[in-house]
């Protein structure tokens, strides 16, 4: 039974850094590009990173330079650094394995990251 397990989201305000967390179970991870994703009220879902098994990473461009996609293979966890934050980056983030763009398993239950002052 796949889990995904999102944490590390909350209020922080314009400029301010968050890093989310997500362990995995019931895949194996090692193997599996991961990918944190972000769905804003009213959007669509979107990948704004990902991370291959050997450690390249691929940002959205509304991100780059910003956001630092990394794991941990030894304890299935895949980490999203966010800097400089934007009101814009509100959103609920999600982690999935990603195929392509395509997330592979069921959603976990994301956590909310707001942008405020």
């Known amino acids: 039974q796949v889990q995904l397990v999102e944490s590390g989201g909350g209020l922080v305000q314009p400029g301010g850094s968050l890093r989310l967390s997500c362990a995995a179970s019931g895949i194996i991870f090692r193997i599996r590009v991961m990918g944190w994703y972000r769905q804003a009220p009213g959007k669509q879902r979107e990948l704004v990173a990902a991370i291959t098994p050997g450690g390249t990473t691929t940002y959205a461009d509304s991100v780059k330079g910003r956001f630092t996609i990394s794991r941990d293979n030894a304890k299935n966890t895949v980490y999203l650094q966010m800097n400089s934050l934007k009101p814009e980056d509100t959103a609920v983030y999600y982690c999935?394995?990603?195929?392509?763009?395509?997330?592979?398993?069921?959603w976990g239950q994301g956590t909310q990251v707001t942008v405020s002052s």
């Open positions: 999935n394995a990603v195929d392509g763009t395509s997330p592979l398993y069921s």
